[in-house]
């Protein structure tokens, strides 16, 4: 079953509940129309019963009375008879009555239910109707001596229920005005103001390819303030998607020189080697030296491997617990023995058993690249030292201090950066590809880390790490 469009659902629902609130208004407006009218004939019929009552204690003469009572009876502002018995209780005749034993008023009159009947000395009110004939009574029962007397007296309601038919198909005709009107303007104002932005922004998302992306802006698009953090959004993301495009077109352009200069050094060196004939030594260093160059760009394809596998899989992936200082342990042992070669050190104190939850290959490529920077650019002959400090919101923090101090202000805020090197011929020298630290960062974000980096020449090059524990 296909399903209503936007607009036609909220009209629906909008119309719905304007004729609900329609209704709910008129059922309270009539019935207050029909009461205060009502009211407006109960005191017309108070006022007579209180004087035929009077009468009985005015008038001894029976004609005289009943020429009071229809005097009474006669004032009435409608063009409707006024209505009346007055009979004694357990009695056959009535005193008097307004109609003759042939008229449908007298089979009314006659006619009275039971549970009508009010206690003596109070009123009850009732309605008889017939169409086009309402009327409104009230019955009082009066002690006269020893008699108990009852005084029915009914005035026309007639043009009470025509007015209040009236004022309902008044109402009824201003509500369907109402809700057409409403429907109308609920789907213009929905279709200029909801739809037809939302339209605009579909187009132009059709229209975006990917070297105009960055060209993409829905500012000048006007729209309600309801859509206005949808269209934010959008040009959040696209400014988002933007960037990453170019981070991409930057790595793909960097990737590519970095790899096309060890294929040119591979290419030279063995073109020169055809120019002329040469001794076997030399052939063996140029197949060295091409070798080396091999080797490098095949460590800068693996780099490149382990970042683009880091960015794709989930940080959860193949997580236990580490014991980390068993971890940083085994490391420093391992770089320390790389260290005493050039007659520096790797310096780590005792430190509690400490366990977190990670991948433990990731995090041994992560203090191994902080470790092997630390060696590679510290001083030969310095000391590396490496502390660990719990924090009191839970996390340890991990810092590798070296005395190189070699890092330039101006250079600390692109180290992360994939492919960024401080001295791009030392890092050539000692076999750098710029994509160690940008590897760190990414593990350090898998396991909702933080990193940074403070370096100055007095005080060396200072690397801390913050992670979470178990």
Not at 330 to 347: D, N, P, R, S
Not at 408 to 437: C, N, W
Request: with cysteine; net charge negative; charged share 25%.
């Amino acid at each position: 079953m296909k399903s209503l469009s936007i607009k036609w659902r909220i009209s629906i629902w909008i119309t719905a509940v304007i004729i609900t609130v329609i209704t709910v208004i008129s059922y309270f407006t009539s019935t207050e129309f029909e009461e205060s009218h009502l009211r407006n004939i109960e005191r017309t019929l108070i006022a007579m019963s209180d004087g035929i009552v009077s009468s009985f204690d005015t008038h001894t003469d029976k004609d005289k009375w009943k020429e009071e009572v229809i005097r009474l009876t006669a004032i009435t502002e409608t063009n409707f008879k006024t209505l009346y018995r007055i009979w004694f209780e357990g009695e056959s005749e009535d005193l008097i009555n307004s109609n003759t034993s042939e008229t449908v008023y007298w089979q009314w009159l006659h006619e009275l239910e039971e549970h009508n009947k009010p206690l003596i000395g109070e009123y009850n009110y009732f309605n008889i109707k017939v169409p086009h004939n309402e009327y409104r009574f009230i019955w009082l029962r009066y002690k006269v001596n020893e008699n108990v007397v009852n005084i029915v007296v009914g005035i026309s309601s007639h043009f009470t229920y025509h007015e209040l038919s009236e004022f309902l198909r008044l109402l009824f005709i201003l509500g369907t005005c109402l809700v057409i009107a409403s429907f109308i303007a609920t789907i213009w104002t929905v279709r200029c103001n909801l739809l037809v932005p939302i339209n605009i922004v579909a187009k132009r998302l059709q229209g975006i390819e990917n070297p105009n992306i960055k060209e993409v802006d829905f500012g000048d698009i006007k729209v309600p303030v309801e859509l206005r953090p949808f269209v934010q959004a959008l040009n959040d993301m696209f400014e988002r998607l933007n960037n990453v495009l170019q981070l991409q077109q930057q790595f793909t352009s960097d990737a590519a020189h970095e790899l096309r200069t060890p294929l040119s050094l591979i290419k030279s060196t063995l073109q020169a080697s055809q120019l002329q004939n040469r001794e076997p030594e030399q052939y063996r260093q140029i197949i060295e030296d091409a070798l080396e160059d091999i080797a490098r760009m095949e460590h800068l394809i693996e780099q490149l491997l382990v970042l683009a596998r880091l960015e794709k899989v989930e940080p959860e992936h193949a997580a236990s617990e580490v014991e980390l200082d068993v971890l940083l342990r085994e490391l420093a042992e391992t770089y320390g023995k790389k260290m005493e070669k050039t007659g520096g050190k790797i310096v780590f104190d005792d430190s509690p058993n400490i366990i977190i939850n990670g991948n433990l290959d990731e995090l041994i490529r992560l203090f191994s690249n902080i470790l092997d920077n630390a060696v590679k650019y510290g001083l030969p002959n310095g000391t590396i030292r490496l502390l660990i400090n719990q924090q009191p919101d839970n996390y340890i923090k991990i810092c590798v201090h070296d005395e190189g101090g070699n890092i330039p202000k101006e250079a600390l805020a692109h180290l992360f950066d994939r492919f960024y090197m401080v001295d791009t011929s030392r890092s050539k020298q000692i076999g750098g590809t710029g994509l160690g630290l940008a590897i760190v960062r990414e593990i350090v974000r898998r396991h909702n880390g933080d990193i940074s980096i403070t370096s100055s020449p007095e005080s060396g090059t200072l690397v801390c790490i913050r992670l979470p524990i178990s």
